[in-house]
C-alpha cells in the first residue's frame, strides 16, 4: 500500500493547519500523561480547507518545567482515518506565558514515522509550530 507521502513540502506547496487538544493528568508532579486528538486539513489549492489529512489519536508524556515557563512533550499519534494507518514519534516543546491555572503557549514539534508502509524513520518528516491556550484544572 502507497500512502502517498514522498517528496519534499513546504509551506507554500500546501498549508496543513490542525486542531489539536490535549487531555492530561499529572499525577508525578511536573509530568502530565495523557491523550492527544489531532484533527488536520489541508489548505491547497481553490477548495481550502475542504480536503481532511486525518484524524489521529495516541498518548502523550509532558513535562512542564515550572517555574521556568518551558515546556517538552512527546506523543505517539496514531492516524486513525482516511485511508492508510501509521504512527508518528511526536517531540515538542516550547514556551507558556501566564499564570499556572490559564498561559498561552507557543511550541515547535518534530514528527518521525514509526509505523508506516514504505516509511523509515529519518526518510519522511513533518516539522510545524502551533500557538494555543493551556488550561489546568
Do not use: C
Not at 5 to 26: H, K, M, R, W
Request: hydrophobic content about 40%.
Amino acid at each position: 500500500m502507497d500512502s502517498g507521502l514522498s517528496g519534499s513540502y513546504t509551506i507554500g506547496d500546501t498549508f496543513q493547519p490542525a486542531i489539536n487538544v490535549l487531555g492530561e493528568f499529572y499525577p508525578i508532579g511536573n509530568i502530565g500523561l495523557g491523550l492527544e486528538f489531532r484533527e488536520g486539513f489541508a489548505g491547497t489549492g481553490s477548495n481550502r480547507f475542504s480536503t481532511r489529512t486525518g484524524t489521529f489519536l495516541g498518548p502523550n508524556v509532558t513535562i512542564d518545567l515550572t517555574p521556568i515557563p518551558f515546556f517538552v512533550r512527546a506523543a505517539l499519534p496514531v492516524h486513525l482515518e482516511p485511508d492508510y494507518r501509521a504512527m508518528n514519534l511526536r517531540l515538542g516543546g516550547g514556551l507558556k506565558i501566564g499564570i499556572p491555572l490559564a498561559a498561552l503557549y507557543i511550541e515547535a514539534t518534530a514528527d518521525f514515522p514509526v509505523i508506516q508502509s514504505n516509511v523509515t524513520v529519518f526518510s519522511t518528516q513533518q516539522f510545524g509550530v502551533g500557538a494555543g491556550l493551556w488550561v489546568k484544572f
